[in-house]
């Protein structure tokens, strides 16, 4: 679900941005759909999704925590 909310809110922002900011929101989504697809395949992935939603102090997205987790739980999978 909050992969839906962010998704949705960078496509918004894309139609009325300016050349070079539509240009650094097209490669967030890419980026976005890459972790969503990944997290599809990770255990306990949707236990922290709620990180996604995190904002730094712009009010811009803050992927870095939920990238991290994610790592983290990539790695516990394939280290059992």
Not at 38 to 54: M, P, R, S
């Amino acid at each position: 679900m909050s992969f839906k909310k962010i998704i949705s809110e960078t496509e918004k922002s894309i139609a009325t941005a300016e050349p070079v900011r539509k240009y650094q929101l097209k490669q967030r989504l890419k980026i976005l759909k890459a972790l969503q697809a990944e997290a599809k395949t990770i255990k306990g992935a949707k236990d922290i999704e709620k990180l996604i939603l995190k904002k730094d102090k712009f009010g811009r997205p803050f992927f870095s925590d939920y990238q991290e987790k994610l790592k983290a739980l990539k790695d516990l999978q394939s280290n059992k």
